[in-house]
């Protein structure tokens, strides 16, 4: 079954406003080949869950799928907004137009729009990968997440990132992943390492002196960087990687291995992979999904997979 009708939800703010152009491609080449569409356009942040939520309160159609072009963020609330209808299942392509793109790397779909344009143009029926389904109780909120979760050192980062003027100036010349390590070299030197539980298949384990913490669903987070090499999204688990802060020097080397992808052979890197982990941290820490800042709290976790309709080929 082809692709009757697309329900275009587009982010401009994406990629620090570069989501224009990719937007502008891809419009130009739906109307070249005469594919029905209608566009929502993000107008503010969290927008996009409302209109999400609208596409799919209101589609009566089976042919329909929900296009979104913007980054990840953008990605993440489109998916947050359909699981609130009763559309949870209409199935979801996407189009790359953020600084960091992990989901798309993490899944196989080009970096580049308008061949990310032909893999959702060739697919005939839905292709089920996995997503994140979150609960964190001191709080009392819950989610879904397309890449990852992490608490501490990445989540620090993220903040740091958000914050910083450089990082619209370095999001036009198309180096996003560069604000994102002038972010982690900020945190490195000011953030503390601090204790976590991990609870997997009904085993406690408990680590001192974590300063990375984070719970993954693919390969990928931070803008490329391959955190967990062995995170696969089609096979019905999430991954948990902690990176334990014994001192400077060795928290660097193990950062260095990282870069080498090969930082999950040391034992102060622990690795866990499971359907279902819980974690909690009893210090106040930073937290971040999918690239959006979650706040600084004590964090209690629980997470499962869960399975979500996308609309391309890989
Ligand atoms: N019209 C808008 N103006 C400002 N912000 C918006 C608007 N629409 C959505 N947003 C917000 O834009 C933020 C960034 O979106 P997104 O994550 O998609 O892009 P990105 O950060 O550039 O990409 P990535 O997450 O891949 O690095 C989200 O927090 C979203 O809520």
Same mark, same amino acid.
Request: hydrophobic share 20%; net charge positive; glycine share 14%.
């Given at each position: 079954m082809a692709a009757g009708f697309y329900y275009i939800i587009f982010n401009p703010a994406a990629g620090a406003g570069t989501a224009v152009d990719t937007f502008k491609k891809i419009q130009a080449r739906l109307d070249d080949l005469h594919i029905a569409y209608e566009i929502k356009v993000?107008? =503010?942040?969290?927008h996009t869950i409302q209109l999400a939520k609208q596409i799919g309160g209101f589609n009566h159609r089976d042919d329909a799928v929900m296009l979104v072009i913007g980054g990840d963020g953008t990605l993440n609330q489109a998916i947050t907004g359909l699981h609130q209808?009763?559309?949870?299942?209409?199935p979801v392509a996407y189009i790359p137009a953020g600084s960091g793109n992990d989901f798309a790397r993490g899944v196989g779909l080009s970096q580049d729009p308008l061949k990310a344009l032909d893999q959702v143009l060739a697919a005939d029926h839905p292709t089920v990968i996995d997503i994140g389904h979150y609960t964190e109780k001191t709080r009392g909120e819950a989610g879904y997440f397309v890449n990852n979760i992490g608490v501490g050192f990445d989540a620090a980062a993220v903040a740091a990132t958000n914050r910083s003027r450089f990082k619209t100036i370095l999001n036009r010349m198309h180096l996003g992943s560069l604000a994102y390590i002038v972010g982690v070299i900020g945190v490195f030197f000011s953030r503390k390492p601090f204790p976590v539980a991990i609870y997997v298949g009904g085993k406690r384990t408990y680590i001192q002196q974590a300063f990375l913490v984070t719970t993954t669903?693919?390969?990928?987070?931070?803008?490329?960087?391959?955190?967990?090499?062995?995170?696969?999204?089609?096979?019905g688990k999430l991954d948990l990687i902690v990176v334990e802060h014994l001192n400077t020097p060795y928290f660097l080397f193990l950062c260095l291995q990282l870069l080498l992808g090969r930082?999950?052979? =040391?034992?102060r890197v622990h690795v866990f992979e499971s359907p279902r982990i819980e974690l909690e941290t009893p210090s106040l820490e930073f937290g971040q999904m999918d690239g959006e800042e979650l706040g600084s709290r004590p964090y209690e976790l629980s997470f499962h997979v869960e399975k979500q309709n996308f609309w391309f080929v890989v």
């Open positions: 993000s107008r =503010y942040s969290g209808t009763e559309h949870a299942d209409m669903n693919h390969p990928y987070f931070g803008g490329g960087v391959r955190i967990l090499p062995g995170a696969d999204p089609r096979d930082h999950t052979r =040391y034992k």
